[in-house]
């Protein structure tokens, strides 16, 4: 069993498609196809049921991957770690962030830190909170950043608060409420809304609010970027709530204070089990210890 083998089955488990894992591979998808398949036979199982219109994973697929995912990490972190014993920090540094991150300029960071650590690759992804979270968990990232309610509880993570922010209504120019103040939930309750997937822990502070207030509403558009929000919202076709550090960076939309609003906390969050040397070097830029919890 080797590594690359390792780094194959991964790919094509993460993107349910050996054409796509081989091009994340960097190798001809016969050649990716060929090592799986002799891995299969050095295992005794088959790790993926292969049709003419997907690609899923067995249950031995599901219990191998897990397992996987985790020697390749230690495989990564020796490396990394004998380049730090010498003074160079070396390896992979995957951040995962929410679309919505207001507290810290991510790109201004990266930058800072490509800089200093040129040896480091850097990967950046984008998801929900709560998916976040897990993939931190699972090795899968070193770092997210994440907008969670008030009432919501981090476990098995290290973590920092970053900022809180309150929710602000965002409407079209020409909208009725445009030329108001602020408004309350009450009043926005007749609105239709169009926000996050339902669940997902950006949705779920808005939801709350709404419930606490004896309220309910219209989320008659549930998609997963800011971006196309906004084009909805440009539209006239909804309206939505988003954290008030964020929205200067929507154009040609209208913002109002809402007097009854959520509060969001940002924080960053890295494993509670182990900090590769390129996540400390990244918390360290951001002057935060990689040891103790929020």
Known sequence: MELQQMRYVVAVAETSNFTRAAERCLVVQSALSH???????????RLFDRTSRRVRL???????VPVARQCLEAAERAASEV?????????????GLIPTVAAVDI???????????????????????????????????????????????????????LARDRLVAVIPPDHPLAEEPAVD??????????DLPAKTAGR?????????????????????????????????????MLPSTYVPQLTGLTTIEVTDAPTRIEYIIW????????????LDILKIPATGTQ
Request: aromatic share 6%; hydrophobic share 50%.
């Open 35 to 45: 090592q799986i398949a002799r891995l299969e036979r050095e295992l005794g199982a």
């Open 204 to 240: 779920v502070q808005s939801d709350l609010a709404f419930s606490a207030a004896g309220l309910s509403r219209d989320v008659a558009f549930e998609v997963t970027t800011s971006d196309f929000m906004a084009r909805l919202i440009a539209q006239g076709l909804c309206i939505a």
């Open 185 to 194: 939930l009450r009043r926005l309750s007749s609105e239709v809304f169009v």
């Open 83 to 95: 380049a730090a014993a010498v003074g160079e920090i070396r390896g992979r540094l995957a951040v």
């Open 271 to 282: 494993s509670r089990d182990s900090t590769s040397p390129a996540a400390a070097a990244f």
């Open 107 to 161: 790109p201004a960071v990266l930058r800072d830190f490509r800089q200093q650590y040129p040896h480091v690759r850097i990967n950046l992804r984008v998801g929900a909170s709560d998916e976040l979270v897990e993939q931190v968990k699972e090795g899968i990232i070193e770092v997210a950043f994440l907008g969670l309610p008030t009432t919501a509880r981090l476990h098995g993570v290290n973590a920092r608060e």
């Open 58 to 64: 067995t249950p031995a697929g599901e219990a191998f």
